[in-house]
């Protein structure tokens, strides 16, 4: 995701620009750019970098002049974080500028269009095909030219607009991606979110999806989709400037658990085309893949943990075994991978320095890398034979969650399209797999409702000293990221084990009172989990229990239940993994911990 600012007012924008875009820098921070209008037409200036440096290259603004005015801030989806590829984008004659936050969805087919009208394109964005639309529609009338641009748009886009021939005049358009509007006293604004407007204005207008607006520093007029104008109602912000910057939650963790429905969403729904999985422009079909005798899936941390669960879905679907393999070990083995292995890495940032290290040690073996990243342009980005971006926007927690949960939905969607690759699921079992990943977004929204209790919990055992997850088939993967959260954010010792691994040796730890964490959300299983769960009992543990919504069995033995919802076995962990998160969330709260930045921990470990 990006942040996209704008002003007009009867003051120089570009000061006001920058410092609403600095608030706006957790967004994405790629690159960053301005543009304004005023009686010298349309100035602009941007780069690649943080905002900090557009601020030293433009002297905090002074070398823009002009009254009205847009900014933004990126976060790179479609093209790697260069000059060229930042917004503003403007067209040729310099006559409008184009600040976006979403994915045109459409913009290939827009893009040969325009080719054929002679239109030449400067960068490798989507966002530029906006700005050269406005050129071709303009016939002197700023609406009528933005009305048919945006009519031509598919996907999601938040926009501003500046036209040369009309300083001081700014229009604003909102679809399927955040924009509000600031009411101020002779000059207005807008923004992705209120982060960037509560300095200056706590009067906001929410726009609608599908409505755009026209602004100047004594009105905002605000249109529906055909044109004609609607009510714009004001709303009094009651956040300050702090909490708006985390959308109005205590933490970016809770924030970002809870923007995990939309960041998956993101992640998937752009890729299921038609009811076909499309990855981009992976050019890895069936012929690459048929050579492919063994996966090698490598990462450290939560993205490893991902990894594990995707051993058990690609396994299943494509009958390819799938080795996991550690980043920071398989560097320094002799690893037997050749040109019939495909290397699966996995990082959120693509900067990590053992992941990176042990691609290069696979590719010097012969092995195809392809990598899973958050990050464009990253360095393991680069290394890369093939890549799939997570899309997931900037995670700012030292934590990951929607980081390793878009990393989980991506694993999936690449499983599925692999296996129809090989042929080696039906085509009505991939009709069905497609179904249950497009419902991915609402069962983590389910998972979120269904345990709004779940600090009250939490508080019950906050105190432990020590805390055990246990589970079986992709369940353990999901309890070895589960206890990855805890002891990250709360400092409590925790250790997840395989359920069948207890008897040996583990259960001599299990006394009075102990909590047991154990995951049990399959169901072809769950008599060995109970099981198991009967075993730590009669030793004197407490068992905390993760289970499917309609599981009534286990509420016979557990103290307290966690409910998933019920969700196709294969993709049980995205949607098991959101309580736990929330779990040692408040455990953390509870504790007074630094939730957001855990001591000892980085974002990024770019060191060995
Ligand atoms: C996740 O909560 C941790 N901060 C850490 O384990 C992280 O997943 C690991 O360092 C890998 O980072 P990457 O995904 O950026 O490569």
Redesign the pocket.
């Known amino acids: 995701m990006c942040g996209i600012v704008g002003f007009t007012g009867n003051r120089n924008a570009s000061s006001v620009l920058l410092d609403g875009l600095k608030k706006l820098e957790y967004r994405g921070y790629d690159s960053a750019g301005i543009a304004v209008s005023g009686e010298q037409g349309i100035q602009m200036d941007k780069t690649c970098g943080a905002i900090n440096k557009l601020v030293e290259k433009t002297n905090d603004g002074a070398t823009l002049e002009g009254k009205a005015g847009i900014g933004h801030t990126r976060w790179a989806t479609h093209g790697a974080p260069t000059d060229e590829n930042a917004h503003p984008h403007l067209n040729k004659d310099e006559s409008f500028a184009i600040v976006h936050n979403g994915i045109i969805e459409n913009y290939s087919q827009l893009r040969e269009e325009l080719r054929e009208f002679g239109y030449e394109f400067q960068s490798e964005t989507d966002t530029e095909v906006i700005v050269h639309l406005l050129d071709h529609y303009y016939t002197g009338d700023f609406r009528i030219a933005v009305m048919k641009t945006i009519a031509r748009l598919e996907g999601s886009y938040a926009l501003g607009v500046l036209c040369a021939e009309h300083p001081g005049e700014i229009y604003a358009v909102r679809e399927n991606a955040p924009l509000i509007l600031g009411v101020g006293v002779e000059e207005n604004y807008f923004a992705s979110d209120v982060t960037a407007l509560v300095a200056n204005t706590k009067n906001v207008i929410y726009l609608e999806d599908g409505q755009f607006a026209h602004i100047t520093a004594d009105d905002i007029s605000v249109f529906n989709a055909v044109g004609s104008q609607v009510e714009a109602n004001i709303t009094r912000i009651a956040w300050d400037i702090e909490a708006a910057e985390k959308g109005g939650y205590d933490h970016f963790m809770l924030k970002e658990i809870i923007e995990q429905p939309n960041a998956i969403k993101a992640t998937i729904e752009p890729r299921i085309q038609n009811d076909e999985i499309v990855l981009d422009d992976l050019a890895f079909g069936a012929n690459e893949l048929k050579k492919i005798n063994k996966i090698v899936i490598t990462?450290?941390?939560?993205?490893?943990y991902a990894g594990c669960q995707g051993k058990y879905i690609i396994e299943e679907l494509c009958k390819i075994p799938v080795e996991m393999d550690l980043a920071s070990e398989l560097r320094y083995r002799n690893p037997l991978i050749d040109e019939n292995t495909l290397l699966i890495a996995?990082?959120?940032?693509?900067?990590?320095a053992d992941?990176i290290a042990a691609m290069k040690e696979c590719k010097a073996r012969g092995a195809t890398v392809l990598s899973i990243v958050?990050v464009v342009g990253s360095t393991?980005a680069k290394l890369s034979d093939y890549v799939i971006y997570t899309w997931a926007g900037p995670e700012i927690a030292?934590?990951?969650?929607k980081?390793?949960t878009t990393?989980v939905a991506t694993i999936d969607l690449l499983a599925v399209y692999m296996a129809k690759q090989l042929e080696t699921i039906s085509d009505e079992r991939y009709v069905e797999l497609i179904h249950s990943i497009r419902q991915m977004p609402a069962l983590v929204q389910r998972s979120i409702d269904l345990n709004t209790n779940i600090h009250e919990v939490a508080k019950q055992y906050a105190q432990k000293d020590s805390i055990f997850f246990i589970g079986r088939y992709s369940d353990y993967a999901v309890s070895l990221e589960g206890s990855?959260?805890l002891k990250?954010i709360s400092y409590i010792h925790s250790e997840a084990y395989p359920a069948g691994e207890l008897k040996h040796g583990t259960i001599a730890l299990i006394e009075d009172e102990r909590l047991v964490i154990a995951l049990a959300c399959h169901e072809r299983l769950f008599d060995k989990m109970m099981s198991n769960i009967k075993e730590v009992k009669a030793r004197g543990a407490c068992v905390l229990g993760v289970a499917l919504e309609d599981n009534r069995e286990i509420f016979k033995e557990a103290d307290h239940v966690i409910a998933v919802p019920n969700i196709d076995p294969l993709f049980v962990p995205i949607a098991e993994i959101i309580p736990l998160q929330l779990f040692s969330y408040y455990v953390a709260l509870e504790n007074g911990c630094d939730i957001d930045k855990p001591k000892n921990?980085a974002?990024?470990?770019t060191v060995e």
């Open positions: 990462a450290c941390g939560s993205a490893y996995v990082s959120q940032s693509g900067e990590t992941t958050n393991i030292v934590a990951t969650t980081g390793y990393q990855l959260k990250e921990l974002k990024s470990v």
